[in-house]
């Protein structure tokens, strides 16, 4: 069946502008998770979802970040007012349940902000 | 805190040479254990895992046993192949239940034939 999806794959954006990122996950899995990949700071978690609920935030690095699930599914992450620094990969994952099975990552978004 | 060090990188070995890449966590309780790797051009994808103390994962030939006594999870793999070549993360799943993976710095690995 078709794996984690992410779009777009590639956004370039001039400092100050919004971006949204969509998350696709496998069909059925309830959890979902999102991850910023950079030079400077490796691999970081920003937020998890069980089902449409993200019981903790504190993860995301500011409050320009936000993001939302929908009907269990479509995961979007906002960015505002974006920085220099908000460039990276950004990482999508989903499992079955949370702290059940494999987590299947997506391709990922490369944020590069001008 | 939780916490992932893993051995800093780049490390080039010769075609069939013995890879060992180091690992070792600092936690709370006794979390899951995992090796991710990524491909060049590709995304993230779960190589092997461990779920408990002396519990060994393995995968395409590489190994990696979860020891308790010494907080390890060391990558081992008897011949890399040039189709190895990738970066490669430690990970634990974190003391707060919620999932989230924490990730070692990354090891890139070349493999010359």
């Known amino acids: 069946g078709a794996g984690v999806s992410q779009s777009p794959s590639n956004k370039v954006t001039e400092k100050g502008k919004d971006v949204e990122l969509r998350c696709d996950p496998i069909s059925g899995h309830t959890a979902l998770y999102w991850y910023r990949q950079s030079l400077g700071q490796g691999l970081e978690f920003l937020i998890y979802f069980q089902g449409n609920s993200a019981p903790d935030k504190s993860g995301l690095p500011s409050d320009r970040f936000s993001a939302e699930r929908t009907g269990g599914s479509v995961s979007t992450l906002t960015i505002q007012r974006t920085q220099q620094e908000d460039s990276a990969v950004y990482l999508c994952?989903?499992?079955?349940?949370?702290?059940?099975?494999?987590?299947?990552f997506g391709p990922g978004t490369r944020l590069t902000v001008t | 805190g939780d916490s992932v060090t893993q051995m800093e990188g780049p490390v080039t070995l010769s075609e069939e040479a013995f890879l060992t890449i180091n690992c070792t966590y600092t936690?709370?309780?006794?979390?899951?254990l995992f090796w991710y790797v990524q491909y060049p051009g590709e995304g993230l994808q779960l190589l092997l895992k461990a779920t408990k103390a002396d519990d060994k994962g393995s995968n395409k030939g590489f190994e990696a046993t979860y020891r308790k006594e010494t907080t390890s999870f060391h990558l081992e793999k008897g011949s890399v192949q040039v189709s190895d070549s990738a970066v490669y993360f430690c990970a634990q799943h974190g003391s707060s239940n919620t999932g989230k993976l924490i990730f070692g710095q990354g090891t890139t690995l070349q493999v010359k034939p």
């Open positions: 936690a709370t309780g006794y979390p899951s």
């Open positions: 994952a989903s499992s079955l349940e949370l702290l059940v099975g494999e987590q299947y």
